[in-house]
């Protein structure tokens, strides 16, 4: 057996358990028993257990999410759209709303709170990459900073929601997604106003510096930014 095949068929078991005992070092051990693999080769595939379940279980929606959207089909519908859209495919593609709930009770721990806001970051990431995104400026980050609070907001609101298809959470989708458009458009005027251009004509040439992942290296980031890993 592959190692890539034993990680989908530990996490397949650990997901009949997760509902019961959450992303747990009990759902761990259940899910190696179940399939019968070794203790101490599941350990070495998932060295913090039923976390790094947990960490894979959110990646497996992230590439759920990109087979699924066709960047071709979005280019007709209007930029806003296709974000909302995106967002959507995301929530769509993972069917056990049980186990979301339980990783954002564990991602909401202190000690796992890194791993669960790069993990949202990685989401927002993956969804501007499928767009098209080709900003390589502080846009880069402003982007998916904006849009991992867009994701995660609407995630915590679909997990509270009985409405029929989940249409009230996809209405809150869209008023999250108007709120950034009106940001957007608020950046806008401030660029074309003369005299407010000239006031954040300073930050807007330090901010203007700062590149993303797949610039020189050498590239001094501006407050030591780098790029999330």
Do not use: C
Not at 62 to 82: G, K, P, S, V
């Amino acid at each position: 057996m592959t190692d890539d095949n034993l990680n989908e068929r530990l996490l397949d078991a650990a997901l009949n358990h997760v509902a019961f005992d959450g992303w747990s070092e009990t759902t761990f051990r259940a899910a190696v028993a179940e399939i019968g693999a070794d203790p101490v080769v599941a350990r070495g595939l998932y060295p913090r257990g039923a976390v790094d379940l947990a960490v894979a279980f959110h990646k497996r929606g992230d590439e759920a999410m990109e087979a699924a959207l066709d960047a071709d089909a979005m280019q007709e519908m209007r930029y806003r759209d296709r974000v909302a859209h995106a967002v959507r495919t995301r929530i769509e593609a993972v069917k056990d709303r049980e186990a979301v709930r339980r990783g954002t009770t564990l991602f909401a721990l202190p000690m796992y709170a890194p791993d669960g806001a790069r993990l949202i970051w990685g989401t927002a990431d993956r969804i501007w990459t499928v767009l098209g995104d080709t900003a390589r400026d502080i846009n880069w980050y402003t982007k998916r900073a904006t849009l991992s609070g867009v994701y995660s907001s609407t995630v915590l609101y679909w997990l509270g929601d009985d409405s029929l298809d989940h249409q009230a959470t996809w209405e809150f989708l869209d008023r999250r997604i108007e709120d950034v458009m009106r940001i957007e458009k608020t950046k806008a005027k401030v660029r074309e106003n003369p005299v407010l251009k000239r006031v954040f004509a300073g930050p807007e040439r330090v901010l203007g510096k700062v590149r993303a992942p797949g610039v020189p290296k050498d590239l001094k980031l501006p407050g030591g930014w780098t790029a999330p890993r």
